[in-house]
């Protein structure tokens, strides 16, 4: 929208005076939404792949790619042609029926994933509840664990969501203060300590859940052999292994799951983000017979969960993946981005993961903070975002070209040098 197309339509108070449409949409923004975010100061309206345009007509590289949930870029042909052609037809049926998009997409959704079935849901976090409550049931109605004793162990620095149940085991303070009482039957072990989820389990652990990298944490990656050693002890704990692949999975790290690193299989994962081809929020929870059907009629569910829309655009994305196409993409250009980065180590950067076209850098805190870096990305046109204080999380989507990944290079390389 532009400056006269809001005073036509007298959205803005003309008495307000706004010096920018950037300006005139934060104000609303501000006034008018809740202060849940702390945004950077740019107001976009319209996108292409891998870059963004402000209402200024100014472009950016989009480097937080909505947290991976943009994986295929903005507006990926494939996705909007079937999104289109999906929404003249039908969007919603409730799960009263069935609808002819959720079993094909369910079908493929399983092979993607080597599993026997799936749930849909909506958001992430709608997937980590199901997540926890199929894995109480399957304990109390599989193991024999006796009722209301369950415990499902997590891990310290996780991000799973924001509901009251998943924020109960959050180590942020920031998540959880003044949300109390909290949701029992969670403990909380350091993530990537073998030793001390070893001695957490006992024989009231129905699952272990974790992020196989930690995202919000700042691309946290586990020592090598972790995710196998977890595989292992949940086999012989019989506990299941709960893998959030959320903001890892769908191709992001140069494989289809991040658990593929390290040829680990968990017992459930839970999927969102991508899923929903940065259209819609389309989310899933994936696992076996013997686990998924201890859900039954009436004992969970969702009004818009497996709705016909969400299907079909999780359906193109699920045949997307298939080719390994986009896979392929992470890994050349995760390489190519972690090369620029590392010779940065030393000289404003303290440390950089990468893992596919995923890096987490952490900044050197005599330069400047998180927040700070980003500010000076947005002036060199890319948006990227603080992580945890000082770390930066950069996650383009994996239809970039080499030159943007060159460009957000660049652009690192002219901060550091001040
Ligand atoms: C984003 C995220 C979630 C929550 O997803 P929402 O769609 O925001 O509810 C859960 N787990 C991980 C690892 C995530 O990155």
Redesign the pocket.
């Known amino acids: 929208m532009t400056g006269t197309d809001l005073s036509q339509t007298g959205v803005i108070d003309a008495n307000i005076a706004p010096h920018s449409d950037t300006e005139a949409h934060v104000e609303l923004t501000e006034s008018y939404a809740a202060h849940n975010y702390h945004p950077l100061r740019v107001v976009l309206s319209s996108g292409e792949g891998a870059w963004v345009t402000d209402v200024e007509g100014r472009r950016y590289l989009d480097c937080l790619a909505g ?1 991976s949930a943009l994986n295929f870029g903005h507006g990926h042909p494939r996705l909007v042609a079937r999104a289109q052609e999906q929404l003249g037809r039908l969007t919603l049926t409730s799960r009263a029926f069935y609808n002819d998009q959720l079993g094909p997409f369910a079908r493929d959704l399983a092979a993607l994933t080597g599993k026997e079935m799936i749930l849909p849901m909506n ?4 997937a ?1 509840e199901t997540a926890i409550k199929v894995a109480r049931r399957w304990g109390y109605l599989v193991k024999g664990v006796p009722e209301h004793r369950a415990t499902i162990v997590a891990m310290e620095g996780n ?4 509901t009251t149940t998943i924020v109960s085991f959050s180590t942020d303070p920031v998540a959880t203060a003044h949300y109390s009482p909290y949701t029992p039957g969670f403990k909380l072990v350091p993530y990537g300590d073998f030793a001390a989820l070893e001695a957490a389990i006992d024989e009231t652990t129905v699952g272990v859940l974790l ?1 196989p990298i930690q ?2 944490a700042g691309v946290i990656i586990p020592p090598d052999g972790y995710l196998q050693q977890v595989r292992t002890l949940c086999h012989s704990q019989r506990v299941l292994m709960m893998a ?1 692949e ?2 890892s999975g769908l191709a992001r790290t140069g494989r289809t799951f991040a658990c593929d690193h390290e040829d680990v299989v968990p017992d459930i994962y839970m999927l ?2 991508a899923l929903g081809g940065g259209l819609y ?1 389309v ?1 899933a929870v994936a696992a076996d017979g013997d686990v998924l059907s201890v859900i039954t009629p009436g004992s969970h569910g969702s009004t818009f969960g497996g709705n016909p829309l969400a299907a079909a655009i999780g359906h193109e994305v699920v045949a997307m993946l298939q080719t390994g196409e986009f896979q392929q993409r992470a890994q050349v250009l995760g390489a190519r981005l972690s090369e620029g980065l590392a010779a940065l180590v030393g000289q404003g950067l303290v440390e950089v993961r990468t893992r596919g076209l995923w890096a987490g850098v952490d900044i050197d805190p005599e330069m400047a903070s998180g927040r700070e870096v980003s500010e000076a990305l947005l002036e060199r046109g890319i948006l990227a975002k603080e992580a945890h204080g000082q770390s930066v999380r950069l996650a383009p989507p994996l239809v970039a070209s080499e030159d943007d990944i060159d460009l957000l290079v660049d652009a690192f390389a002219d901060i550091c040098a001040g």
């Open positions: 947290y958001s992430g976090a709608e980590v991000f799973h969501g924001r992020e995202g919000e959030d959320i903001q969102g983000k929020p989310s």
